[in-house]
């Protein structure tokens, strides 16, 4: 049976290494040069590194290389089918994986070594053809072979056709349910240290954008109705919150997953005098997972990290809603420039904000991972099942877009104008002032339900006169209710009422200069 040949994928999503052991190191241990001969027997002089990866060439760069045994063939006397192999193969996406899984391939041959499993220069050739894999892999020059099926084989298949029977010593006390999981979970803190990063780049861009609007009061809405005046900026730090909570679920989520589940082996653990602890410090963890059918089961903190992503979509999906809305002619609030619109193939007018209508509708994307992990692991027993294979495409997928999501908001942001004077004369619609108006009341001793009716009495009487609360003279307003002064004005009109906000957190002027300190500080935000 011919086996498939997979193209090595030539974009990872972590472009440099995020552990220093992952690093390639110099060739230089001579027992690796006692390899089986070629075909072609090497240049002269040309030194371990060339050595190894003609070794490499011969075994993987045929596109059509005869059929292998499996290393977990023996007690097999039928090869699997070109349907099933192709069906269950994982190596068209998992070899995302390859940093992580011979960053943890490393960190388990010096465990074996220490531990007195596997011998220091065996350790050495180990760990030293990993580092020539990784070479060719991130030079694009690694064969991936489906009939291998996985990151994990195809990186131990090569290493043993470059070293030697000292690969087959790195496999002991390991199985793949283990293995997987702490590549996984290696992938999902960087995952989420890359992410990070992003929102904070998001939120300067709001900070900054807010930093230019100064004094401007936009209208607030509830129920998509005119409600109660705002400070532009007290508006757009409204999203600043929204992502400063998405990065602390970020780094809740990062600290659960922080545990080590190598060693685990398949689902009890081994007879063999490992050491879990020295492993999980060497490659950054807490500590070692303590129950060895939880470290090999859980997804817990693949569904955590979904969900943490779900709801940054939420938030930025409501961005691009309000942003969308608010370039409507209907509104005019603010103009995208050029640089982040697009148009239309039939309208010559159209000007789209379509980078924000993405950002809306990827938002689905991102929360269907969330609800396809969520039903692949409701019916599963404890311990690993093949299912969970469906679990890393989703995760991978998820990450790409939220980052995407991410960057475009924060260009869109840095690339649009706020329409002042538009703004301004849309702000007397509506009443907004009406709210102040009846804290004036409360001030003056009348009971707030009272002071609701009062108001609202005044903005019906308003209504009949097409014209705003702030129009009303004193009579007017007397003979509504004695109660109100001369001094009312000081309450009326968008102006006084942002003034008069006063509690912590409001939309009065003082606490929202007192919120921006916060955050230009907070992101080390230099002021124009």
Sequence with gaps: MESTVVAPRTVSLFTESAHPSSQSRPL???????????????????????????????????????????????????SVTETVERFTESISFDKELYRHDIMG???????????GLMDHSDRDKILEGLSEIERLIENGEFKWRADREDVHMNIEAALTDMIG????????????????????????????????????NLQVALVTLALKNEGVIVPGYTHMQRAQPVLLQHHLLAYVEQLERDIGRLVDCRTRLNFCPLGACALAGTGLPIDRFMTAE??????????????????????????????????????????????????GFITPSDSVSTGSSIMPQKKNPDPMELVRGKSARVIGHLVTLLVLCKGLPPSYNRDLQEDKEPVFDSVKTIVGMLEVSAEFAHNITFNKERICRALPAGHLDATTLADYLVKKGIPFRTSHDIVGRSVAFCVSRNCQLQDLSLDELHSISPVFDKDVYEYLGVDNAVKNFCSYGSAGSACVASQMDYWVRKLNIERI
Excluded: Y
């Design 282 to 331: 060497e490659l950054g963890f807490s500590a070692p997972m303590r129950n060895s059918i939880d470290a090999v089961s859980d997804r817990d903190f693949v569904v955590e990290f979904l969900s943490a992503n779900s709801i940054i979509g939420v938030h930025l999906s409501r961005l691009g809603e309000e942003w969308v809305l608010w370039a409507s002619e209907e509104f």
């Design 28 to 78: 230089s241990h001579p027992k690796l040069n006692k390899l089986p001969p070629l075909s072609a027997p090497p240049p002269k002089n040309t030194g371990l590194r060339a050595t190894l990866s003609i070794a490499m060439s011969a075994a993987t760069g045929n596109p059509n290389p005869k059929e292998e045994a499996k290393l977990w063939g023996g007690r097999f006397k039928e």
């Design 105 to 115: 391939s490393k960190a388990h041959a010096s465990m074996l070594a220490k531990q």
């Design 165 to 200: 029977e000292p690969a087959k010593k790195l496999h002991t006390a390991r199985s793949r349910n283990d293995q997987v999981q702490t590549d996984f979970r290696l992938w999902c803190r960087d995952a989420i240290d890359r992410i990070i990063p992003c929102i904070t």
